[in-house]
């Protein structure tokens, strides 16, 4: 789940992990920016459901909310949760500054992009959701010039299985999100008003916006659901102050 250009995103996130709760009970992360000058993500972690997870706990974080990125957790290589290292979101450290990333899927040739960074990041968990945000953060780095569309669809073309993301970076304010380019992995993006706020969803299922614009509903009585779509296969989204941007994969996938 994802979420942009709402003051109370925070309480928005954890209620949507609370509705995804469905999807995941081991563990329960959230993550945002801390400060936007300069950018600063914090990344907060918890064994156990989202609900049992407070708001207040999570404000105690100093997590500003307008942007932020958060999962639930039912581990599927592991057969249950043995460090917090292994709880979404994921995030990865460069010289240039950090990004992370929570995802839904499974990369099948996990062991051969493992060899791929093993002389470019030490990975410290065995998910594979760190795997994808230091493959991205790698091209970005390296090749692409901090381009993070451009190093997303360079790690589709190596990186191998099902799965949608979203991600943040410090490197400029904005939400990412894609899936992979054969689109196993459902992604819904939705823009919802809610009175003279317009703000911006990622899910990766379709009734958590539904229970979203009720929860805008009760705040103000003209909230809509403005525009919705599903992603198609290998689309990145970026969301930032300056608008909604998709890109579509031009690679050797089909």
Known sequence: FGIYGHPEGLRLTRMAATMLRHRGQDAFGIGGYSNFDPLTIKVVKRRGMASAVSLEELEREEILGEVCIGHTRWPTRETQVTSSR??????????FGKVALAHNGD????????????????????NDAE?????????????????????????MEGVQGAYSAVMM???????????DPFGIRPLVYAKIAEGKLNYHVIASEDCVVDQLLDASMSVSSGSAVIEKHSFQPGEVM????????????AGSHS
């Open 107 to 126: 990369v099948i040739n996990i062991e051969k992009c493992r060899a791929f960074l093993s002389s470019r990041f030490h990975l410290y968990s065995k």
């Open 86 to 95: 292994e709880i979404h979101p994921h995030y990865v450290s460069s010289n």
């Open 169 to 179: 970076t410090e490197f400029s304010k904005a939400l990412y999100a894609f899936c």
């Open 238 to 249: 970026r969301i930032s102050d300056a608008g909604v941007e998709s890109f579509a994969y």
């Open 131 to 155: 795997l994808i945000a230091a493959t991205i953060l790698h091209y970005a780095t390296e090749e692409c010039d901090h381009d993070f569309v451009q190093a997303i669809f360079l790690m």
